[in-house]
């Protein structure tokens, strides 16, 4: 399997963890990813706030470059570069629109109507790789590991251009985790805002929503939460001590992406996975789920001793029964 790859600006900053961990886990998977040839940013969140042409023109000309490079499908592994190049994409169907982009990328409009597909790497590994492919190769189950689902607000959304999964109720990270060997808790809050980039100009606003996020995942009994977004893991791992949470109950909660347990369980060492720059200790989730884990060990243990002494203690009976028989003949 060969995609274009759109790694995002992000992914060579202040994600480097999630780029690492998602180059990793696909090569364990045997997915190939090459690289859009001289990608530039897709917008971001601010361009289209600007023009609607010009994000369209940022996110169309990555889109070409797949085109020509002869992909026929772009993966990515950020929501926001996700929406920007989607929204382009089908934006492109309007005839006056396309003509404009075309003239601020100086490219012929028609080249602009058949852009190459654009998935999130989430979307890619279920939909491609399919989840008992995956399943077949994990090496170091997840078993024990309580985790919270976070899709986030735009991942899905809007449905008529996401085309992926319940724009109300996804469950594509849930069942991929799932077959990681992790168990999903209920999680009522997995497509709410986390406060996005307003941790930048109104910080009370994420510390609000972000910590009723990290809240409902304590109350569920997660042992951490998994996010497939750049700026949805900043807002809920390095803003957690800034963050209110519901009832005053800090708790440590670690925030992976799903690419790091993904290549976790799969057997690609942490070193490749970018587990030390998170900033609330990933140990925390670990040591919770070994506990899960022995706990139910001795649980079957002592049941197991439960039942062979029952079944002794019928043996027993039987046999003092078959010498009474015996005796009274």
Partial sequence: ???????????????????????????????????????????????????????????????????????????????????????????????????????????????????????????TLVTRVGLDAIRARVRQP???????????????????????????????????????????????????????????????????LSGRLLGAARDAGAHAVVVACPLCQMNLDLRQSQVEWPGGKAVDMPVFYFTQLLGRAL????AELGLEQLCVDPAIAFRRAAQVVAARQAEEAAQAAKAAAQAAKAAQAKQAAAANEGGRA
């Fill in 142 to 208: 997840l078993a024990g590991l309580r985790v919270a689902p976070y899709y986030g607000c735009i991942m899905t959304r809007p449905a008529d251009v996401m085309r992926f999964d319940d724009p109300e109720n996804p469950t594509s990270m849930d069942d991929l985790l799932t077959a990681l060997g992790a168990e999903v808790v209920p999680f009522p809050y997995k497509v709410e805002c986390c406060g996005a980039s307003y941790g930048v100009t109104r910080r009370d606003i994420v510390a609000r």
């Fill in 1 to 123: 399997m060969n995609l274009a790859y759109y790694p995002g600006c992000s992914g060579l900053g202040t994600s480097r963890e999630y780029e690492r961990s998602t180059r990793a886990a696909c090569a364990a998977l045997g997915v190939k990813l090459t690289d859009i040839p001289d990608w530039s940013c897709c917008g971001s969140t601010p361009a289209h706030a600007l023009e609607h042409a010009l994000s369209g023109a940022l996110s169309a000309r990555n889109l070409v470059g797949a085109a020509r490079a002869g992909c026929d499908a772009v993966a990515t592994p950020c929501p926001s570069c996700l929406s920007n190049l989607k929204t382009a994409r089908h934006r492109m169907t309007d005839t006056a629109f396309r003509a404009k982009v075309g003239r601020l990328l100086d490219q012929p409009a028609d080249e602009l109507a058949a852009l190459p597909d654009v998935q999130s790497v989430l979307e």
């Fill in 267 to 270: 057997g690609v060492p942490d």
